[in-house]
């Protein structure tokens, strides 16, 4: 499915200085303020903050987020709050969101400006809070965008386009509902019939929902799809206002997809400590779990994880596919999570851009401008304009990816192990895993356990298979990348490297300069072949690489002896990372036609209890690595997917029993 171009907001001030969008006449909030509105009806409405207290967490779900007023209300109610859940998802919606510097426009008039005069307390934590939302304002791409605040423990998720189309995407559970949005004779679609029907599928048994609005329409349509609607005082002058209970007569039974999270789990096990094991190690433990991780052999990133430097960027495709939009949307939050490390230097790397050569300079901004792709996350540069970023004169035309760059995936391992907190167990062989009552353990050869916890994640690429088999689809194939050092060169007498690029380059293989003046080239693919020696026609290929993106590589007499390593990805047939609850054994599924015919859908295979993967990241594992474990761990603990449905579908680890139904 393809996305659907974003087109960001036009905001205006009216005569008293209040934001107003002039495509639909109206304003953004009322006249008396958008905080005091948003405590009187939003926190209010829903019985805030009192009903999150001593929860786990909470979930609200927004039809508008306009300028961010709401959101940044309820988080600075949930700061005060000593008693509060211990961890609030905020899930917002958007067609037209504002640019970063329009947010900074109407927070500043809002708020007041740093540097100005002095304004009251809330105001002035506020816009604390507004500065942390604008320094993580995301590219207005048409996609579900994580941001994480308070060490994680505050998440909003935006979900940039059209209400109707998202609230049927969206995978969670609201125990309150903001209904926000221009009014409903300005603005139609956001209060239509279509936007009320999809609101049940998202309830936590209890949520509550208010609005400002007492529109017949908006009240007819919340009593028809399962609430009790009642009227409460209204806003700065405003009679009225609605409040609401879900109180529906019948409802329906969650899909097997949903029944396999484990809301209360403790503990994990996860097995594997190469970037998938490690991602869902922080991932987990970010949700309050305590992990251990099982690692076969003696130290962290010992497969392909250990190759010196690896790319994080987007992708563009003509179809916007579900291949695409998964590396565009884990690419976006592989850079959220690796900023601040790099910015520390936690992990070497650098996130100052990706060219990725192309053909057709004009064929690219016809397509970035049909998509209205936002500068921030791509651009089509000519050849000249390439060649001025990479310092490689024989470039070509390009994509530019200005959030990519490079990281090394090792020190990734290491440090995110390090910051989740959690147990590492190396030279731990996983010979088997054994239920025992609703806890797994995870046994040596001897049949004794090397740990035990409430679920076990498999992310040991291709040898989750020995440990949960099932129609997994998984492959392996040999990589070996090249390193080109001066020192290389010096030592025998040849001529220096090539001019060094300034940023890595990639197209069917890549090169990236190192800070120690060395180049990474690579990699080779070679499925089902398990030799680990370096091979010279692997370096020549790596060299022939280097010569088609730089239009230069040095001759060597004996391509041999290069530096290189050689490792192993992991990947699917359709080229998509695993995630998630695996799918039971097929002798317990009853058969039957109709059976059958549900088990079609992903959604509705039944899931082993406590077994989940996230596994075959194939050659894009740091950028795939970020977002796969936060799917992971949100599908754990019954929280915001941050996949759409279609996404869900497309990397669900039952994909495939769900297909070999059809």
């Not at 003696?298 to 430097?309: C, E, K, L, Q, V």
């Not at 690419?331 to 050569?357: C, K, N, S, T």
Request: glycine residues 10%; neutral net charge.
């Amino acid at each position: 499915m393809k996305t659907a171009p974003i087109t960001p907001a036009t905001i205006e001030f009216d005569a008293e200085g209040v934001p107003c969008a002039p495509a639909f006449g109206d304003r953004y909030h009322a006249r008396a303020g958008a905080l005091a509105q948003a405590a009187h009806v939003f926190l209010g409405g829903n019985g805030l903050p009192q009903r999150w207290a001593g929860r786990r967490r909470f979930v609200i779900l927004e039809t508008g987020f306009g300028v961010g007023f709401n959101f940044l209300a309820t988080w600075a109610a949930w700061r005060r709050e000593a008693s509060g859940c211990e961890r609030l998802h905020f899930v917002s919606i958007d067609k037209h969101p504002p640019r970063r510097e329009d947010l900074a426009r109407v927070h500043a008039a809002a708020l007041g400006a740093p540097g100005g005069t002095s304004v009251a307390t809330e105001a002035t934590e506020i816009a604390g809070l507004a500065a942390q939302l604008r320094a993580a304002w995301p590219p207005l791409t048409g996609d579900l965008h994580r941001l994480a605040f308070d060490a994680g423990r505050v998440e909003l998720l935006l979900a940039l386009g059209d209400a109707a189309t998202w609230l049927r995407r969206l995978q969670l559970q609201a125990d309150a509902i903001y209904l926000d949005g221009f009014a409903p004779e300005r603005n139609a679609e956001m209060w239509s019939a279509t936007v009320f029907a999809a609101l049940p599928a998202l309830c936590a048994p209890g949520a509550t929902a208010a609005t400002w609005s007492v529109a017949r329409a908006v009240r007819d349509g919340l009593v028809q799809h399962g609430f009790e609607v009642e009227q409460a005082p209204g806003f700065a002058g405003k009679r009225e206002m609605t409040v609401a209970r879900f109180a529906p007569r019948h409802r329906r039974a969650p899909a097997a997809r949903r029944q396999s999270a484990l809301p209360d789990a403790r503990d994990a096990i996860v097995v594997g400590a190469g970037l998938a094991g490690a991602a869902a190690a922080q991932a987990l433990a970010g949700q309050g779990l305590a992990v251990t991780v099982l690692e076969a052999g003696p130290a962290a990133a010992g497969g392909a994880s250990g190759n010196a430097a690896g790319l994080v960027r987007g992708l563009v495709a003509r179809d916007d596919g579900a291949h695409a939009r998964w590396h565009r949307a884990a690419a976006l939050e592989a850079q959220r999570q690796l900023a601040p490390w790099l910015a520390i230097a936690a992990v070497p790397g650098r996130l100052e851009g990706v060219l990725h050569l192309a053909d057709d300079v004009a064929e690219m901004r016809r397509r970035i401008e049909a998509a209205a792709w936002p500068a921030d996350y791509v651009q089509a540069l000519d050849a000249d304009a390439a060649a001025a970023l990479s310092g490689v004169a024989a470039t070509g035309p390009a994509w530019w990816f200005p959030g990519g760059g490079w990281v090394d995936p090792a020190a990734l391992v290491r440090h995110a192990l390090a910051d989740s907190g959690a147990a590492l167990r190396t030279d731990c062989r996983v010979e088997h895993l054994q239920r025992r009552g609703a806890r797994w353990l995870a046994c040596d050869v001897r049949g004794q356990p090397w740990a035990e916890a409430d679920l076990v994640v498999l992310a040991n690429a291709a040898d989750a298979a020995r440990l949960a088999p099932g129609d997994w689809r998984i492959g392996r194939s040999r990589g070996q990348v090249t390193r080109l050092t001066a020192e290389l060169f010096a030592s025998a007498h040849l001529p220096h490297l090539p001019h060094l690029p300034h940023l890595p380059l990639a197209r069917h293989g890549y090169v990236i300069p190192l800070p120690d003046g060395s180049l990474l080239c690579g990699a080779t693919q070679s499925i089902d072949d398990d030799e680990a020696g370096l091979r010279a026609q692997d370096h020549a290929h790596n060299l022939a690489v280097l010569r088609r993106l730089t239009g230069t590589a040095p001759s060597l007499p004996d391509a041999g002896a290069l530096p290189g390593r050689v490792g192993w990805r992991c990947h699917t047939d359709d080229r998509l990372p695993l995630v998630g609850a695996l799918p039971a054994d097929e002798s317990s599924i009853a058969a039957g036609a109709s059976r059958a015919s549900r088990l079609a859908q992903p959604r509705h295979v039944p899931r082993e209890a406590g077994l989940f993967a996230l596994a075959a990241l194939g050659s894009r594992g740091i950028t795939s690595a970020a977002l796969g474990a936060r799917l992971l761990a949100a599908w754990v603990c019954a929280a915001p997917l941050p996949v759409d449905t279609d996404l869900l579908d497309a990397v669900d680890a039952a994909r495939y029993r769900a297909r070999a139904a059809r």
